[in-house]
């Protein structure tokens, strides 16, 4: 990051940027559906299942896609004027177990409060140092585990969609959250509409392996986008949001293909930078941007994916993420040193 210019100044070289171009959103809705549609043909009525699964596999990859236009949406950079592709992401956000009101809340808090070692799980999987780690009842270090497990992140449908954004916060306050109420007719209806309709396979095909792809895969990128070798977390006294943005948050390098199924998201540190600016303007961003050309970078590359998922605790001694085991002999070490 260019030191010369302060975060102010970073975060206003990047407002030409937070334009919408409403005639590009609604040309690339409309290439997004019409993959969409062929997709969903194929996963339904190929007469194949090999087929239909791997048609299943990239409708969840389309849905992600369409997670984008919806999450740009709620941030209001994309169908800022638009009451009909409002309703259409609200509709959306609905049948994927992701209710506009517990998103905007948790999602809006998390971007003002990313990397802060204190307060920043709202929204995003918690991240601690290891004394507050080893402060924890043994009860609350299995929450702490289960919560950034692997598993925990490829079973998001269940466990971060279902209960994390539909079934805890309609239990908290269902007054609030009465939309993850309708969230869950929605998506449960159309789940037994299409099983008594035409049969449970075709209910797996067309709907339920592609929101299990599309959980997981968005549950993933979530993650390794802010738990990544070379990541910073601040007390909440050094916290600054240009800093959050540019060094909290990774550049996810993929090939084109994933970069459309994922929607630019890999340019995560350009997002949490301006949360304004759409999707298909961030890599234009990065750019002309001189600070934002920078990034730490991470892929989805399987070293890489391991590297992410195995790292866990921060260091605040060294300023570096560890693993269980590393946080462990090094604090040991440590306290063999003092006595």
Known sequence: M??????????????????????????????????????LAVAAAAPHWTVRAIASVFLGLTVVRFFIFYHDCLHRAVFRKS????????????????????????????????SKLVGSSIGSYPLLTYRMYQALSLPQ????????????????????????????PLFN??????????????????????TIGFGFETAFF????????ACASGA??????????????????????????LRSSSMTEMSPIMH?????IGYHHVHHLNP??????LPEAMAQVPELRNPIVTTLRPKDIVACLRIHLWDPEQKTMLTYREAAERYARRAVSVS
Request: net charge positive; glycine share 6%; charged share 20%.
């Open 260 to 264: 459309w199924f994922t929607g630019n």
């Open 206 to 213: 067309v709907l339920i392996l592609p929101t299990a792809v």
């Open 2 to 39: 260019n030191e010369d210019r302060t975060g102010k100044a970073i975060i206003k070289a990047s407002r030409p940027f937070a334009v919408e171009d409403r005639a590009t959103t609604w040309r690339l809705f409309g290439r997004t559906m019409a993959v969409a549609i062929l997709l």
């Open 141 to 168: 270090r299995l929450a702490y585990r289960a919560t950034r497990h692997w598993l925990t992140i490829a079973m998001g449908y269940f466990t971060i969609f279902l209960v994390g954004m539909c079934l805890k």
């Open 83 to 114: 009451k009909v592709g409002r309703a259409l992401m609200n509709a959306y956000g609905l049948l994927v177990l992701t209710p506009p009101r517990i998103w905007r809340d948790s999602h809006n808090y998390h971007h003002a409060h990313t």
């Open 173 to 194: 306050n269902p007054r609030r959250y009465w939309d993850s109420a309708l969230a869950l007719v929605v998506h449960g209806g159309l789940v037994a509409g299409l």
């Open 220 to 245: 993933y990128l979530f993650y390794a986008q802010h738990t990544f070798p070379g990541m910073e977390l601040r007390d909440r006294r050094e916290w600054e949001y240009t800093v959050a943005a």
């Open 276 to 281: 304004a600016i759409p999707f298909y303007r």
